[in-house]
């Protein structure tokens, strides 16, 4: 069974634009989250979906915003991007919302320059 | 709110030596602990998982305890080898949905 997949690997972005990330699950698992990783830190959370629902938010602006799809399969947008937003973005999948095993993606590396 | 800290920031040690990596959590409220493994520039993988019932979970050279009373955990591995270098990470869920909240990481050396 495939694990979880992302795209694009890696991005370089213009200050100002817009991107879209994607994630899809492991096969069966119905959440997913979303975190944003700096360098030398621990994970941020930034959104968890569930059965296509928004489930959880963490604290981040509104120019960040997903959506989960019918096969469970989610993009992550972020619009009117900043140097700040450069980061290893990770999507994580676990079959139920909450307490089951989150099972990561190898990451999406975005640069903002 | 939750907060995970890990201890120490960095490690490095010789080959074959037993360590000890520690988690401490702030809310002892817990359904759960995990602790991950992270390669440079990549993504996350799944060590153990130890349920708030447990009090251990081995897996091959590596040991994770749970004391949720005193909100610390420890992942010990045993006969360190080169390829266990890596940053260590712990989380823990939060009661109401999935969101992990993640300690800053344990990076860890292990040379020949």
């Known amino acids: 069974d495939a694990g979880v997949t992302q795209s694009p690997t890696h991005l370089i972005k213009t200050r100002g634009q817009q991107v879209t990330l994607r994630c899809s699950p492991i096969?069966?698992?119905?959440?997913v989250s979303w975190y944003q990783q700096v360098l030398g830190q621990g994970p941020q959370f930034i959104f968890q979906y569930y059965e296509k629902e928004e489930r959880g938010r963490g604290n981040f602006p509104d120019r960040f915003s997903a959506r989960q799809f019918p096969n469970y399969s989610s993009e992550l947008n972020v619009n009117a991007l900043l140097l700040g937003d450069s980061a290893l973005y990770l999507c994580?999948?676990?079959?139920?919302?909450?307490?089951?095993?989150?099972?990561f993606g190898q990451g999406t590396r975005l640069t903002v320059v | 709110k939750q907060e995970v800290t890990q201890i120490p920031a960095a490690l490095s040690v010789p080959e074959g030596e037993n360590l000890v990596l520690n988690c401490s959590f702030t809310?002892?409220?817990?359904?759960?602990l995990q602790w991950f493994r992270q390669d440079p520039g990549k993504g996350l993988t799944s060590l153990l998982l130890i349920q708030s019932s447990q009090r251990e979970q081995t897996s091959g050279r590596l040991n994770a305890s749970l004391d949720k009373s005193s909100g610390r955990s420890t992942l010990y591995i045993a006969a360190s080898q080169p390829g266990d270098s890596a940053t260590y990470l712990c989380a823990v869920p939060s009661p109401s949905y999935g969101k992990l909240t993640f300690g800053q990481g344990t990076i860890l050396t292990v040379h020949p």
């Open positions: 809310d002892s409220a817990i359904y759960n």
């Open positions: 096969s069966g698992h119905k959440s």
């Open positions: 994580a999948s676990s079959l139920e919302a909450g307490n089951t095993e989150a099972f």
